[in-house]
Structures are given as C-alpha cells and as structure tokens.
Nanobody, 125 residues
C-alpha cells in the first residue's frame, strides 16, 4: 500500500515563500508519476504542478508557472513543492499524489491513485 504525507503548510504573508514536502512510503515511488494539487473551499481540486518519474519532465498550469517548482528525491522517496511570490488566491489545502501505472507526466487528476491527507496553506497579511 502506498501512503503519502504532506507537511510544511502554514500561514504566510503575500509575496512570501513556502516549501511543502511529501513523504511517500510503500510501493516503488521512483517509477511513479506524481503531482501536487490544491483545493480551496467551495472549489474543485486543481493541478498546481506535475512531474514524471525521473523529475526531468514537469508541467505547470498558468496560475503557478514561474512561481512554483516541483522536485523529487527518488532516493529518499520525497517530493517537494517550492512556492514563491505567494498570493491570497493560493490559499488552499495542498495535496500530493502519485499515479503508479505510468511514469510520464499525467495531466488527468482522476488518474492519480494515492493521495496524502493534505496540508493547509494560508496566504494572508
């Protein structure tokens, strides 16, 4: 069974930075596509960053491109989301997830098999 656990969420001021971590246990993390997602109250869950098994291929939606960076450390079964120039609209619960069936970037949220419990990020002055 694959389990994921996010950490690092907190209150941060607009314009600030934050680094989220995702620890993965079980399975073969190094073979899985993975991504970071978020969900704000009353809104659908959305993609914020995606990466392939190697970390060499990444994809960002326009709302996070240039501000967020996804990375992974396959040796230690970890993924990270570096978030810069945070805005109040970035406030949400952030989740990491893996798709164990493929290693390439996966753009469909429904394809992700295993999810963490989420970590709250609040951007406010």
């Amino acid at each position: 069974q694959v389990q994921l656990a996010e950490s690092g969420g907190r209150l941060v001021q607009p314009g600030g930075s934050l680094r989220l971590s995702c620890a993965v246990t079980g399975g073969a993390f190094k073979d899985y596509a993975m991504g970071w997602f978020r969900q704000a109250p009353g809104k659908d869950r959305e993609i914020v960053a995606l990466t392939s098994w190697s970390g060499l291929s990444t994809w960002y939606p326009e709302i996070t491109r240039g501000r967020f960076t996804i990375s992974r450390d396959n040796a230690n079964n970890m993924s990270f989301l570096q978030m810069n120039d945070l805005k109040p609209e970035d406030t949400a619960v952030y989740y990491c997830a893996v798709d164990k069936d493929v290693g390439t970037v996966v753009g469909n949220i429904r394809e992700y098999d295993y999810w963490g419990q989420g970590t709250q990020v609040t951007v406010s002055s």
